[in-house]
């Protein structure tokens, strides 16, 4: 069986059952699993730091005046 290669790496999480219950809500609230609502919260907060490249878009050509 052929595996697709990804650029996402794993890692654990200890987090107080608190703050799990209040994630597990938001993600609930949202229609995401844990796992996505908490990229997307990373993704959120790198964006709002500046820290996170913004994807690059394509350049329209356009045609030369000469």
Same mark, same amino acid.
């Given at each position: 069986m052929? +595996?697709? !290669?990804s %650029? +996402? @790496?794993s890692f654990?999480? @200890? #987090?107080?059952?608190? +703050?799990m219950?209040?994630?597990e +809500?938001?993600?609930?609230?949202?229609?995401r /699993?844990? %796992?996505?609502?908490?990229?997307? #919260? #990373?993704?959120e907060?790198?964006? @709002? /730091?500046?820290?996170k490249?913004?994807a690059k &878009? @394509? &350049?329209?050509e356009t045609?030369? !005046? !000469?």
């Amino acid at each position: 069986m052929a +595996t697709k !290669e990804s %650029n +996402t @790496r794993s890692f654990v999480l @200890r #987090i107080d059952a608190e +703050t799990m219950e209040a994630l597990e +809500t938001w993600a609930a609230d949202e229609f995401r /699993s844990m %796992n996505g609502q908490l990229q997307w #919260i #990373i993704a959120e907060a790198l964006r @709002r /730091s500046g820290r996170k490249p913004r994807a690059k &878009k @394509r &350049k329209e050509e356009t045609p030369n !005046e !000469e």
